[in-house]
């Protein structure tokens, strides 16, 4: 079973950047499929960006294509999610998700984080 902590998130002005890391803990991290999903206050938990076990593949929801990048790095046992020109809309608590089966998944994931806060600033 793989344990999940995320890190890196924080408070920023609009237009500006952070990059978050989860790190995961456990055998075989090479086997997950990873995602990043947030969840505002008053709203449900929604799909950001997802990775293939390799990362060969890569998935993003519309809202934060073009600004924001997953990666990963199995040596490291790490997913990344780099954020470029935040908006104020983009404030929630991000959680990463891991699952066990091929390919992309935005729902169905076996294991999550805890989450990191954040706020973006207008």
């Known amino acids: 079973q793989v344990q999940l902590v995320e890190s890196g998130g924080g408070l920023v002005q609009a237009g500006g950047s952070l990059r978050l890391s989860c790190a995961a803990s456990?055998?075989?991290?090479?086997?997950?499929?990873m995602g990043w999903f947030r969840q505002a206050p008053g709203k449900e938990r929604e799909f950001v960006a997802a990775?293939?076990?390799?990362?060969?593949?890569?998935y993003y929801a519309d809202s934060v294509k073009g600004r924001f990048t997953i990666s990963r790095d199995n040596a490291k046992n790490t997913v990344y999610l780099q954020m470029n020109s935040l908006k104020p809309e983009d404030t929630a608590t991000y959680y990463c998700?891991?699952?066990?089966?091929?390919?992309?998944?935005?729902?169905?994931?076996?294991?999550w984080g805890q989450g990191t806060q954040v706020t973006v600033s207008s």
């Open positions: 998700a891991a699952h066990l089966t091929y390919g992309l998944r935005t729902t169905g994931y076996d294991y």
């Open positions: 456990g055998p075989s991290f090479s086997s997950y499929g």
């Open positions: 990775i293939d076990r390799r990362g060969d593949r890569i």
